[in-house]
């Protein structure tokens, strides 16, 4: 992921969080402002808590689908982000990539560590699906493992 990527990863935030945000009834340009402050904080916030994190593009089929945005330690393989746009889910985008990092943790005996928000029943449903118990939580969050 590169400086020229802003705008993509822009479009792949908002397609992930408008709906969220959606019923507040905010105008299209508050929500907007909104998200926008909410991602430039988000990436402040993971620079600062991951900075030895790896930023990627997602491409399926030549196109850009989505970011992903992983830590890797001699013990742990951390997801910290990954997002796929709204028109491009239910295609197993996620689902390959989840099972490449399961295949490469366990041939590197580490393990892989990730939060999913609690209202994210899609995502956490499918980590379930994968192998993921989870490990911990608090008011937003589920930590889980594999």
């Known amino acids: 992921m590169t400086d ?3 705008e993509f990863i822009e479009q792949v935030y908002f397609g992930t969080r408008r709906e969220e945000f959606a019923a507040l009834g905010w105008a299209p340009e508050q929500l907007e ?3 926008r ?3 430039n904080f988000q990436q402040q916030s993971f620079r600062m808590q991951f900075p030895e994190a790896d930023s990627s593009i997602i491409v399926f089929e030549n196109e850009r689908v989505g970011r992903l945005i992983v830590e890797r330690t001699a013990k ?3 997801i910290i982000d990954i997002a796929v746009l709204p028109e491009c889910r239910s295609r197993g985008i996620g689902t390959e990539i989840l099972r490449k990092f399961i295949e490469d943790a366990k041939n590197e005996d580490k393990k892989i560590a990730l939060n999913v928000l609690k209202t ?3 995502a956490f449903n499918l980590y379930q699906k994968l192998g993921f118990v989870v490990t911990g939580d608090d008011e937003m969050y589920y930590s ?3």
């Open 33 to 35: 402002m909104f998200l």
């Open 37 to 39: 402050m909410q991602l």
């Open 120 to 122: 994210n029943v899609r």
């Open 4 to 6: 020229a990527d802003a």
């Open 76 to 78: 742990e393989t951390r």
């Open 144 to 146: 889980m493992e594999q």
